[in-house]
């Protein structure tokens, strides 16, 4: 076997176990991600793991990592989609979706468990931030009219309130204020999208 197809193969591998990771870390936090689970989720025995990462934290690292570019990814696309001049507005629409507030385990992960991120190791705060300022980076280019530090700084409030109302709105047990919530988000948004 070529050692090419070798390495492609331990990188399909790699890739299923930080997909099954990332997953656990957006379902059940990092304090409920265990190695064992997320091998057999990847179709794995528990002892082919440390052929991929060091450690548990590595593994936590590199599936924040990854959580975070799909996430990204996403929203790249509903950007991409958009009409011209709606770019933003697809940005927090998709953001704010009733699909994103049922289905953590596909969305953001630090509106999944962000909360827990300050308990991690450095690599995973690490991993973590790079990702929130991926997200605040996206946000940002939305206002090529501004200079850097106003686009910046609008960017940090609207990736904080979207990831804020994503939270409370998946944490109330009531669909009409979740829906209200997030209607909220959006309101107090618009008018910064529109310039």
Not at 32 to 51: I, Q
Not at 56 to 85: F, M, Q, V
Not at 125 to 153: C, N, T, V
Request: hydrophobic share 45%.
């Amino acid at each position: 076997m070529p050692i090419a197809k070798a390495g492609s193969k331990k990188e399909e591998t790699r890739e299923r176990i930080l997909r099954a990771a990332a997953r656990a870390i957006r379902k059940h936090g990092y304090e409920g991600v265990g190695v064992a689970d997320v091998m057999k989720e990847a179709g794995l025995t528990h002892g082919g793991f440390y052929a991929h990462f060091e450690s548990r934290d590595a593994l936590l690292a590199a599936a924040a990592d990854h959580a975070g570019a799909e996430s990204i990814e996403n929203l790249t696309r509903a950007i991409a989609a958009a009409k011209p001049g709606q770019e933003l507005m697809a940005l927090i629409d998709t953001y704010l979706s009733d699909r994103h507030v049922v289905a953590p385990e596909q969305g953001c992960a630090i509106a999944a468990a962000g909360t827990e991120v300050p308990r991690q190791q450095a690599e995973v705060r690490r991993a973590a931030s790079r990702r929130i300022k991926d997200l605040i980076g996206l946000i940002e280019r939305q206002f090529p009219e501004w200079g850097r530090s106003a686009a910046h700084d609008k960017a940090m409030g609207i990736a904080a309130t979207l990831v804020g109302a994503l939270v409370l709105a998946r944490a109330v047990d009531d669909a009409q204020l979740s829906n209200r919530i997030r209607k909220a988000a959006r309101e107090l948004i618009r008018p910064a999208a529109a310039g």
